[in-house]
């Protein structure tokens, strides 16, 4: 049986109102399914089900209609770990999830206004309060970029406003959000690599600990796809110990000591 996530809308008010309680599920909502992205790579939107409603300060446990435990854990543990606070992300916590969290400053503001949001799964609570706004602002400010190329699978291209697409970086398995110019060639050439492995290289954003969290000003974009067959190179070859045993923690490393300027 899945776990459920509950939240509460705690107002500042007596009671909540139509509009607070409207903006409060959508942006919940939001923040849900990118955390849900980020764990199981599904572009598609899955569905999660309301499995429990109280009034007063209104209650409501969600559930997916997929036992997928690990999004709602993630979650959870993310908030938690942002309250704590810190430069790095969470787990799972890319850089939408915290531009989600970001937005979720709206709902703190003006008459109609909550108090707090309370995530809760088995008991462990977490909270989005006023400054958790700045807490993630910390995280997103101590980054660094670099130029440089990423490889990873496409996915999840977004074409309003300032078009973006997802790849998925085949050394730390996380999504990075890709901003592309907006015209006709461009979109065509992304929709014609839209799930091949591809190479993309511009200004390369980082987060403190070496995970990269976005590409920006894209120089240029080629399908690295492997031909069928092709033995598969791996670490192995490397005579380092460290790279052997985790060689997405070396390359993360790599890549801060990188940043911080360390040669």
């Known amino acids: ?24 599920l959508h942006d919940i909502h939001r923040l849900v399914k990118d955390v849900d992205y980020s764990v199981t790579k599904e572009s598609g939107a899955r569905r999660w089900i309301i499995s429990h409603l109280h009034s007063s300060s ?17 979650l959870v543990d993310g908030l938690d770990t942002i309250k704590i606070g810190g430069i790095e992300p969470p787990p799972h916590f890319s850089e939408d999830v915290l531009d989600d ?24 609570k977490a909270i989005i309060q006023p400054d958790t706004a700045g807490k993630v602002d910390r995280i997103l400010r101590s ?3 670099n130029i440089g190329s990423l490889e990873g699978s496409l996915d999840a291209v977004n074409l309003h406003n300032n078009p973006t697409f997802t790849i998925w970086d085949r050394v730390t398995r ?7 110019p907006k015209n006709d060639i461009w979109k065509r050439k992304i929709k014609t690599l839209l799930e091949k492995r591809v190479s993309v290289s511009g200004e390369i954003n980082y987060f403190g600990n070496g995970m990269p969290r976005s590409v920006t000003n894209i120089m240029q974009i080629e399908d690295v796809t492997p031909e069928p067959g092709l033995k598969r190179a791996t670490f192995g070859s490397i005579t380092c110990d460290e790279a052997s045993v985790d060689p997405a923690a070396f390359v993360r490393k790599i890549r801060r000591e990188i940043g911080n300027g360390i040669t």
């Open 174 to 180: 996380a999504p990075v959000r890709c901003h592309f």
């Open 101 to 124: 969290l970001l937005q979720m400053r709206r709902l703190f503001k003006g008459k109609d206004k909550v108090r707090l949001l309370e995530f809760s799964l088995n008991g462990h």
């Open 1 to 24: 049986m899945s776990y459920e996530l509950t939240f509460i809308i705690h107002p500042e008010a007596e009671s909540v109102s139509l509009n607070l309680f409207e903006k409060s």
């Open 58 to 74: 209104p209650t409501i446990s969600l559930r997916p209609v997929l036992d997928n435990d690990e999004t709602i854990s993630a």
């Open 143 to 145: 980054g660094y970029t």
